[in-house]
């Protein structure tokens, strides 16, 4: 067949099977569509893979090779995608094996029909590729052309695995401009499949066996209860919740939801047996995630009586832990604003997510968490598995007037029972962990006071994301304190009776995108599409618009600077919107420099970086004292320079970066104008300070801040 070169993408993800490798590679060579290219991705394996690859590529040159670093399956692919260059896409598995006509006919039935994806008929093969006795053959219900959302349906059917799975499919590009599969989880399949289909406008399905699937030992879906068991859960879970909020057919979101709730039923009677600590923390999210569906079941006719009654029971009654580790039992207790994962933000939660990341990589510690629940904070807890997320329920009316009246006993009584539910709510879980320490994460401190009456006080730390002064009341509540800055540290020691080595010193660090190198191009794009030019001077501020950060200062300073070349870049908004009086009195003063400052409102986390990088200098100007200032430690690691005030833990962070320290009071406009002055005229102390900027920033890694964190709850010295 004729076919021009590089239509299509064919992606191969490989990790140990050498053995297996060459028929998939050869029988991919041999296709009677010559115009694709090959990408073998060799996702770190450790067997002979890395070189057969490279032998491949060098005998043919439509094939290219991708080594990288471990990371499963779904980082593979993704890689993949990301270095395809044909119009349509095609996943083929390293140990299987497609017919020679694979891709001709599935490119065929996509050109004649206009669909966006075209998948065939599965034939099992033996282990060695050989046919079995019986030929097992899984083909699509029906062969044709169908919208795609019609075909979701056949999710549920007898031939389920034809339709959900990666591999049997050709793809147009477009269907994954804005889809990736989920990294560190597996049963990606399931987790991306609704989403191609619900984006398709017709599917083709031919019945013809092209695929061929190697049935072996060892594969990574053929394994006992595990960890990963319950991200198949997850990805049904988030079916139903896909169709609930597409507003599909009632019969589907049933046939989803009965789907679901028996695979968790399932795993839950069986996962008790041999209980690992990365297996409670996924059964613990999972039981979250189906927490927030259980309204959906009551109208649910997929699911009988005695079903719905099982489901309710492990979905709210507490789950079992596993018996202790070697490794130490930590916890956090998130105060009951906002989840972890930080999928609502959160300096604290993103802190604590961080920690999570990190314990993901080494698996130092038995790391627990104790939130609010948030059906998205649990769906992302998948990527955890060495985290234990508690994920505490809404408390609804009962719950509340019970507290309310525990309280009031409580307080007759003399007790410590704090007036939310949320931290008693916890209590029972704290003590069946019984962690060798429970750190609380800032927030109202006292609030776990009845948690350290139970749990011993010993074992109870105070971690202080803010400035903080102490109490009789709060040196008995923790035996440790975690400041976040050496100002935080002694401003708590002048307050307390804790000897200084009960008061450890922990600094922050910062999200891992801004230690990333310098990315010019993207950078100098963002100052064009702000409306600046190659001579202008970026002066960029970085934080909420209230007058304690002193961004009226920093627009005072802007008007005493007659340079037009100088503009002002606000990164942020006010608590309360535009329409907060005093960032609407900013606007009016901006609106008098002639479109010299520029307001940006809230940035992407993503995208802030490149603010940082497009800048010349970030003006941190607090008024008040600043426990720590991660938005200095940010622009260090971006390599933009700094012009800060005295305020707090402030100079601390941003101590050998060359950062511009200025005292606050009478006067610091004007400051600020001259520091902005000296900056714009010296392009070799800019250098200079960037370089040692970037240098200061490397001591906030999130790396360094597990370990530091490490070495002080298991009680190591640095």
């Not at 979250?288 to 259980?294: I, S, T, V």
Request: hydrophobic share 40%; net charge neutral.
């Amino acid at each position: 067949m004729n076919s021009p070169a590089c239509t299509i993408s064919v992606i191969v993800p490989i990790y140990k099977v050498e053995r297996f490798l060459p028929a998939c590679v050869e029988s991919l060579l041999a296709q009677s569509f010559s115009g694709f290219e090959l990408i073998l991705v060799d996702d770190g394996s450790p067997d002979g893979c890395a070189a057969l690859c490279d032998a491949y590529a060098a005998q043919d040159g439509r094939v290219r090779v991708i080594h990288r670093k471990n990371g499963g399956l779904s980082a593979a692919r993704n890689s993949g995608i990301e270095a395809a260059r044909g119009e349509f896409l095609a996943f083929v598995d390293a140990d299987d094996i497609v017919a020679p006509d694979y891709l001709e006919q599935l490119y065929h039935a996509l050109r004649s029909t206009g669909a966006d994806m075209a998948l065939c008929a599965v034939e099992d093969v033996n282990e060695d590729g050989s046919p079995l006795d019986q030929p097992d053959i899984t083909r699509p219900t029906a062969a044709g052309v169908f919208p795609g959302r019609a075909l979701l349906a056949e999710f549920f059917g007898k031939n389920s695995t034809c339709y959900t799975v990666a591999w049997n499919k050709l793809y147009r590009r477009s269907l994954w401009q804005s889809l990736r599969y989920p990294e560190g989880l597996i049963h990606e399949d399931d987790a991306v499949a609704h989403r191609l289909y619900a984006a398709c406008e017709q599917v083709v399905c031919l019945d013809t066996p092209l695929y061929f699937y190697r049935l072996r030992q060892g594969s990574i879906c053929r394994n006992g209860i595990t960890p990963g068991s319950f991200d198949g859960v997850s990805a049904h879970a988030d079916w139903c919740r896909f169709f609930r909020d597409e507003g599909f057919d009632r019969t589907i979101l049933d046939k989803a939801l009965a789907g679901c709730f028996r695979r968790y039923l399932s795993l839950c009677a069986g996962a008790q047996d041999n209980l690992t600590w990365p297996v409670a923390a996924r059964w613990h999210g999972v039981q979250a995630e189906l927490r927030c569906l259980l309204p959906l079941l009551k109208q649910c006719k997929a699911l009988t009586l005695p079903e719905k009654l099982s489901c309710l029971r492990w979905c709210t009654q507490p789950l079992p832990l596993p018996p202790k580790s070697e490794a130490k039992r930590v916890a956090l207790l998130l105060p009951p604003g906002l989840p972890v994962p930080a999928v609502k933000g959160g300096a604290v939660e993103g802190l604590a997510t961080h920690l999570m990341a990190e314990n993901q990589k080494h698996k130092e510690l038995e790391l627990a968490l104790v939130c609010v629940q948030n059906e998205q904070a649990a769906a992302a807890s998948a990527r955890f598995s060495q985290s234990l997320i508690y994920f505490v329920p809404p408390a609804g009316t009962v719950r509340t007037l019970l507290h309310r009246i525990r309280f009031r006993l409580a307080r007759l009584a003399r007790r410590p029972v704090y007036w939310q539910e949320y931290q008693h709510h916890a209590l029972g879980f704290l003590k069946r962990l019984n962690a060798e320490l429970y750190s609380v994460e800032g927030g109202q401190l006292d609030a776990w006071q009845e948690a350290s009456a139970r749990l011993d006080p010993q074992r109870m730390a105070a971690h202080l994301h803010g400035i903080a002064e102490s109490t009789p009341a709060l040196d008995r509540q923790f035996g440790l304190v975690l400041a976040i800055s050496d100002y935080v540290r002694q401003l708590w020691l002048s307050t307390s009776t804790h000897a200084a080595e009960q008061v450890r010193l922990l600094h922050n660090c910062i999200a891992p995108e801004f230690l990333v190198p310098a990315r010019p191009l993207e950078a100098g794009q963002l100052r064009r599409e702000t409306g600046l030019s190659e001579e202008d001077f970026l002066v960029l501020f970085c934080g909420r618009i209230e007058p304690q950060k002193g961004v009226g200062e920093l627009m005072a300073a802007m008007e005493q600077l007659p340079d037009s070349r100088i503009k002002l870049v606000i990164v942020g908004q006010s608590e309360h919107g535009e329409s907060d009086a005093f960032e609407a009195e900013l606007r009016r003063r901006a609106d008098k420099l002639n479109g010299r400052v520029r307001f940006a409102g809230r940035v992407a986390a993503e995208v802030l970086p490149l603010y940082y990088q497009a800048a010349q200098v970030c003006v941190v100007p607090t008024l008040i004292e600043e426990a720590a200032g991660l938005v200095a430690v940010e622009a260090m690691a971006s390599g933009c320079p700094l012009i800060v005030t005295q305020s707090g833990g402030l100079p601390e962070y941003v101590a050998g970066s060359g950062a511009i320290v200025l005292p606050r009071g009478d006067g610091l406009s004007a400051r600020i104008a001259q520091a902005i002055t000296a900056l714009q005229s010296d392009p070799e102390r800019r250098t200079e300070m960037s370089a040692a900027g970037r240098d200061r920033a490397k001591s906030f890694t999130a790396g360094h801040y597990y370990r530091d964190f490490y070495r002080i709850v298991t009680r190591e010295h640095s």
